[in-house]
């Protein structure tokens, strides 16, 4: 018989490390396996860093609802834990009249998702407060901010490994069976092991699909489509010309190139969505003329020799190109039937911000908590 952990947790990002930690604080013996030789490979450090507000995401949504919760409990942790993080805020720009009637809607959306606190800026203030941006009109999100994504993780694995839990890297999940309440869980690629558990967790981010399409004994039908839309930076060498961050309206698959701020105070340009088929993280410099323009239409002045190619990073989603945005899928017994198991599927955007929220409705979904 294989050795028997109480739960397991598929995937060392920032979500299976999140989960990890509450399970373990709920004083639940937990391991997380990781296929890659450390932890936060891939979509957990291949994206903005944002702490979004929680503005875009359908009312009632899990987006709306975790991002929203998600956000204070983690400026709340990171003043708690020393994790590095500024509440820079961030202005959504409407650059011609054609994108006042979005402005509106975000204005609207936000209100109803519980944030309070947007402000409306003419022309003028916008210029006032950033001297670079040309726009019709401004929204400012005083609770948007920035986070050292890699920290969060660390603390995140420092409680985890103080409560007992662990993270074992180069361990790849291959098959599952699922067996009267208990799940034999294949692990390899080296040396390859079979251990069972009464709690099973696949946060393996873009992979979660194949996760689970490999569990015998799961619904298959149960399993949504991925889609994936491939995002590129740019970072602009020099000083930054922003102070806050500035977000043009959104577009097909992802926020619009942006500008964020990084912990050292430099600004980078993106993310862009470009729907792809296959994980791979070449940068296309050739997609540096869409950014110009892209970025031209809030910052005329541009110097375009100033950015620099940066990283790529992919987003798991659950809609495809011209679909409404899919929510998070978090599924459990109710979903699919099986007792102690939990899916997450599409966990793209906001799910930094949400983290710790998922985190918590994992354990309740788990364990049935109200
Ligand atoms: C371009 C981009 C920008 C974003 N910007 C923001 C932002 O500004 N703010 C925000 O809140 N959110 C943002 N997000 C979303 C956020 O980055 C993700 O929601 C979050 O990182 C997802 O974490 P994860 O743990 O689910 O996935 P991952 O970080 O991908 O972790 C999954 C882990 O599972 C492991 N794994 C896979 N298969 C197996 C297996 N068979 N066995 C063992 N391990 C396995 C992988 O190696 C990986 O380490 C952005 C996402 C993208 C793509």
Same mark, same amino acid.
């Not at 920290?151 to 985890?160: H, I, P, R, T």
């Not at 689970?212 to 590129?232: D, I, Q, S």
């Not at 969505?273 to 994980?279: D, G, L, N, S, T």
């Given at each position: 018989?294989?050795?028997?952990?109480?739960?397991?947790?598929?995937?060392?990002?920032?979500?299976?490390?999140?989960?990890?930690?509450?399970?373990?604080?709920?004083?639940?013996?937990?391991?997380?396996?990781?296929?890659?030789?450390?932890?936060?490979?891939?979509?957990?450090? @291949?994206?903005?860093?944002?702490?979004?507000?929680?503005?875009?995401?359908?009312?009632?949504?899990?987006?709306?609802?975790?991002?929203?919760?998600?956000?204070?409990?983690?400026?709340?942790?990171?003043?708690?834990?020393?994790?590095?993080?500024? @509440?820079?805020?961030?202005?959504?720009?409407?650059?011609?009249?054609?994108?006042?009637?979005?402005?509106?809607?975000?204005?609207?959306? %936000?209100?109803?998702?519980?944030?309070?606190?947007?402000?409306?800026?003419?022309?003028?203030?916008?210029?006032?407060?950033?001297?670079?941006? @040309?726009?019709?009109?401004?929204?400012?999100?005083?609770?948007?901010?920035?986070?050292?994504?890699?920290? +969060?993780?660390?603390?995140?694995?420092?409680?985890?490994?103080?409560?007992?839990?662990?993270?074992?890297?180069?361990?790849?999940?291959?098959?599952?069976?699922?067996?009267? #309440?208990?799940?034999?869980?294949?692990? #390899?690629?080296?040396?390859?092991?079979?251990?069972?558990?009464?709690?099973?967790?696949?946060?393996? #981010?873009?992979?979660?699909?194949?996760? %689970?399409?490999?569990?015998?004994?799961?619904?298959?039908?149960?399993?949504?489509?991925?889609?994936?839309?491939?995002?590129?930076?740019?970072?602009?060498?020099?000083?930054?010309? +922003?102070?806050?961050?500035?977000?043009?309206?959104?577009?097909?698959?992802?926020?619009?190139?942006?500008?964020?701020?990084?912990?050292?105070?430099?600004?980078?340009?993106?993310?862009?969505?470009?729907?792809?088929?296959?994980?791979?993280?070449?940068?296309?410099?050739?997609?540096?003329?869409? +950014?110009?323009?892209?970025?031209?239409?809030?910052?005329?002045?541009?110097?375009?020799?100033?950015?620099?190619?940066?990283?790529?990073?992919?987003?798991?989603?659950?809609?495809?190109?011209?679909?409404?945005?899919?929510? &998070?899928?978090?599924?459990?017994?109710?979903?699919?039937?099986?007792?102690?198991?939990?899916?997450?599927?599409?966990?793209?955007?906001?799910?930094?911000?949400?983290?710790?929220?998922?985190?918590?409705?994992?354990?309740?979904?788990? &364990?049935?908590?109200?």
């Amino acid at each position: 018989m294989p050795e028997k952990l109480d739960c397991i947790v598929i995937g060392a990002g920032v979500i299976g490390i999140a989960i990890g930690r509450r399970l373990a604080l709920a004083g639940r013996e937990v391991v997380i396996l990781e296929a890659e030789p450390n932890i936060g490979s891939h979509t957990s450090s @291949r994206n903005s860093e944002v702490i979004h507000a929680g503005i875009y995401y359908p009312e009632n949504s899990l987006k709306a609802k975790l991002c929203v919760a998600g956000r204070e409990l983690l400026y709340r942790y990171c003043e708690d834990r020393q994790v590095a993080f500024q @509440r820079t805020g961030k202005i959504i720009v409407a650059t011609s009249a054609a994108d006042l009637p979005s402005l509106h809607k975000y204005a609207a959306q %936000a209100k109803a998702n519980g944030v309070n606190d947007l402000k409306w800026l003419s022309c003028n203030d916008v210029l006032n407060m950033e001297p670079a941006v @040309r726009c019709e009109a401004g929204l400012l999100s005083p609770s948007t901010g920035i986070i050292d994504s890699h920290s +969060f993780m660390l603390a995140l694995q420092g409680e985890l490994e103080t409560a007992n839990g662990s993270i074992v890297c180069r361990s790849r999940i291959g098959n599952v069976r699922v067996r009267d #309440g208990v799940f034999d869980v294949d692990v #390899g690629p080296d040396s390859p092991y079979t251990v069972s558990c009464g709690y099973l967790v696949n946060a393996a #981010g873009l992979w979660a699909q194949d996760v %689970a399409r490999n569990m015998t004994g799961f619904p298959k039908e149960c399993v949504p489509e991925l889609h994936m839309a491939k995002a590129h930076y740019f970072t602009y060498q020099g000083a930054s010309p +922003f102070k806050r961050l500035i977000y043009p309206i959104p577009s097909d698959g992802g926020l619009g190139i942006h500008v964020t701020i990084d912990m050292n105070g430099c600004a980078r340009f993106g993310p862009d969505a470009v729907w792809v088929k296959e994980i791979n993280y070449e940068f296309d410099a050739d997609r540096k003329v869409d +950014f110009v323009d892209a970025i031209r239409c809030y910052y005329p002045a541009l110097d375009e020799e100033r950015l620099s190619p940066a990283y790529t990073g992919i987003r798991p989603k659950l809609s495809g190109p011209g679909e409404a945005a899919a929510d &998070f899928e978090i599924q459990s017994y109710d979903d699919h039937d099986v007792k102690g198991l939990v899916n997450l599927f599409g966990i793209e955007s906001p799910g930094l911000t949400a983290s710790l929220a998922i985190a918590e409705f994992v354990y309740r979904k788990l &364990f049935h908590v109200t």
